[in-house]
């Protein structure tokens, strides 16, 4: 399982001027993502988790303090990399633990069949396991969408921008590559996340800074239950 320090992360809305002006100062000062592609964006696909009275969602909604949800996701139509990630958040602080899991292992969990899980040696495997047992967490929402990431050294500092942000509305088949859509009712908007650790240097602040732009709640899993 991999484990990650807590980190602070905020996120904005933002509109294609904002954008267009963003990423001319970004590209200057920070560097892009290994993962990125020739365009400096990849593709997410996430199926997120939830149990039959919408706790996560409604947990979310309602700005529990402490609280969490799993989700099942991979990049640029690759199933070979495959990832099941549990995202915490507590007192204002993310948290975020990980595990790849296999192609048919994913299928297996989709489809309920979860027993194997029990045998595994894997922490997080074996939570998920529980609680997808005793809180009864299942397959909820497919989120689509592209990222474009930056990176800044000094504070551990990442930036992203999500755009074109899509729902599979109730399918659950997370690796069928025509499957149908829907664009949210964020439609234009994109938004701009960032996550650091200790702190945020003063020329980032001074960077993403946006004029009558405040810091967002936004949430992609939340933004797609509105249509199932």
């Not at 000062?29 to 696909?45: L, V």
């Amino acid at each position: 399982m991999k484990s990650r320090k807590p980190r602070h992360e905020f996120k904005h809305y933002i509109n294609l001027a904002d954008y267009f002006a963003l990423i001319q100062r970004l590209k200057i000062i920070t560097k892009q993502d290994p993962y990125a592609g020739e365009n400096g964006e990849y593709k997410i696909r996430s199926l997120y988790f939830d149990n039959l009275y919408d706790k996560v969602l409604n947990e979310k909604i309602n700005g529990v303090n402490k609280r969490e949800k799993f989700r099942i996701r991979y990049y640029n139509d690759d199933t070979s990399f495959i990832k099941l990630e549990k995202k915490s958040k507590v007192n204002g602080l993310c948290y975020k633990e990980s595990a790849l899991i296999t192609k048919e292992e994913c299928e297996k969990i989709i489809s309920g069949d979860i027993e194997w899980m029990r045998k595994c040696c894997n922490k997080l495997i074996l939570e998920f396991y529980a609680k997808m047992n005793f809180q009864q967490l299942k397959p909820k929402t497919i989120v689509d969408y592209e990222r474009e990431p930056f990176i800044y050294d000094a504070g551990n500092v990442r930036i992203t921008i999500d755009k074109n942000i899509r729902t599979g509305i109730y399918s659950k088949d997370l690796f069928d590559n025509n499957l149908p859509t829907m664009v949210t009712d964020n439609e234009g908007i994109m938004i701009l996340e960032i996550k650091y650790d200790e702190f945020i240097p003063e020329i980032i602040k001074n960077i993403i800074e946006i004029k009558d732009r405040q810091a967002s709640a936004f949430s992609k899993y939340a933004a797609c239950r509105i249509y199932g």
